[in-house]
């Protein structure tokens, strides 16, 4: 459609009714007399606009035909305003002119409308990868649980391509934006400013919420979503991280770019219009955010509260950009409150995660030694932890929550540089936090370990589950978090656990075979010597039946204790039996050298055997 303030120099047919109306605004205009022929040229433009084709039905230039008798219509009521209306004829004249141009501007606000619905262009999420992911990621679980073993394997970020987000997209048909335009402009210029946004409105905010429920956005109240199921809740808040991003940059954005085309030359009818569209699904979404901050604290929403306090800390530029002046005021403060409370939430749930793991209790040791499930889940945590250092970096800066805690079994120099360094000013807070929830879990797994009646089993629970910190912290992304001297630190203590452990376990087993004398002739008699050999293989057999049933599940942690454990044992052993043989006899030895290597190298698998039974390897 051409430009809709030409005037077409030749008209025909209906055109006639329109230079009849132009007619009329002269003659207004040189205070001429209006007779009853005026009257019903002006009955028969209205009439006619109420059956003049619309926009849509006809062509381009039927258009311009359309909204040029409507420019007459009200050029005649301000011609007619202008003038003092001293008459009943003349006053009825005016009435009866603005019913033509109400007439018209009903029409023009169904036909704006209804260009708005049909030529609008389909929104399609699934093009962006949107629905493929929806149950993936991290399931960070439960406390309860602490250690789901799938855990480990399954974490990884959530993630939207950002080159979806951000491009703009045309939301109507750009072939019907001019007409759009050319009416837009008609309204306003007719005083039906507000009918005509308000058609906007209505049309667009329907769009908007389709938009929303094809990204699978439902709307809840406070009460809804904090009665949900962990499990349904964690569903609907990676869907909402997701789309979020959708919706402000690439679906706002376009809505924006929509009011910006048909609205620009209208002073602020393009943002006020973009506002009152965009306010009730972006509340819609925000409120969904505001009910997870005020729900409970549990440690496995950390990192949920993460994802949406990341995404609204993303977007931040962008929504003060789409709302930036009183009229969006509105949404803007509500989004900066959410984002506040979200960040009050990471800290809170920080505080409670620390809470859960100090107050883990257990009323009976852990089986076989291994490493126990509240270990695996805080260091598991803490790995995803990683991925939010910069935001954890900034919102853990200034909290004074993080005490000073030594952990148990510190050597004095790695305590001593390792106090030094946190004081230093040089350690960020993310690894302040990250060191004392360690030191949080070595205090419980210290408690957890006097629940073992053995000594030795207590440093072999210790060992393993420091060996395991040591080795979560050394190859994966915390080594820059925690540092080499936390790794050399933890590598000494699980070092001391398990030289612990062989001397509570081996110290009075190898007394049995500690030579007492100078050379063979010993004054020893043969009977104490046999007792002694005897004394030994009860104890040797017996730590075999137990300490086959403990578990080492790292494989080189493992074979390095066996390899240690054998050179004392069997060095023993074969020496005393060498300076011994002939005062004991052969026949009283049980086991030679190889196969009490052998006998060792059964340790540790978690899996319980018996010398008294026939010897399978």
Known sequence: MGDCESVAPQLEGEENLIAAAKHIVRALGSNKNLTKDVKKILADLGSQLSTMATIDDEGPDEAFEYLSAVDEARKLIQGLENRCLNGEDEKELLRRAHDV???????????????????????????????????????????????????????????????????????????????????????????????????????????????????????????????????????????????????????????????????????????????????????????????????????????????????????????????PDEAGSSVKVEYHEVLKRLADSVRATLVEFKNAVATNTSTNPFAGGGIHHLTRYVMNYLRLLVDYKDTLNLLLKNDGSVPVLLSPDSSPSTEDESTSNDFSGGVSAMTLHLQSLTSILEVNLHEKSKLYRDASLQHFFLMNNIHYMAQKVKNSELRVIFGDKWIRKHNWKFQQHAMDYERATWSTILSFLKDESNSSNSSISRTLLKERLRSFYVAFEEVYRTQTAWLIPDVQLREDLRISTSLKVIQAYRTFVGRQMYHIGEKHIRYNAEEMQDYLLDLFEGSQKSLHSPHRR
């Not at 399931?139 to 799938?150: A, I, L, N, R, T």
């Not at 008609?186 to 094809?214: G, T």
């Not at 009665?227 to 954005?253: H, P």
């Open 101 to 323: 141009l109400q007439l018209a501007m009903q029409r023009l606000e169904e036909e704006f409308k209804y260009l708005l619905v049909q030529h609008r262009q389909p929104f399609e999420p699934e093009h962006m990868s949107f629905r493929s992911s929806e149950d993936d990621g991290v399931d960070v679980g439960s406390m309860v649980s602490f250690g789901d073993e799938s855990f480990e394997e399954s974490a990884r970020r959530d993630s939207v391509s950002r080159t979806s987000e951000e491009c703009i997209i045309d939301l109507v048909h750009p072939d019907v934006i001019q007409d759009l335009k050319c009416i837009a402009n008609s309204m306003f210029m007719s005083n039906y400013d507000h009918e005509c946004r308000q058609a906007y409105v209505i049309v667009r905010k329907d769009a908007l919420d389709e938009c929303l429920f094809d990204l699978e956005i439902e709307k809840f109240s406070i009460e809804d979503v904090l009665k949900m199921e962990w499990g349904t809740l964690n569903s609907k808040i990676k869907r909402w991280v997701r789309a979020m991003k959708v919706f402000v940059r690439r679906y706002l954005g376009s809505e924006k770019w929509l009011c910006d085309q048909i609205f620009s030359e209208l002073g602020s009818a393009n943002f006020v219009c973009f506002v009152e569209a965009a306010k009730a699904p972006m509340l819609q979404l925000l409120n969904f955010a505001e009910a997870i901050s005020i729900g409970p604290h549990q440690p496995e929403k950390l990192v949920r509260f993460l994802d949406m306090y990341e995404v609204l800390a993303d977007l931040l530029l962008d929504i003060d950009a789409l709302f």
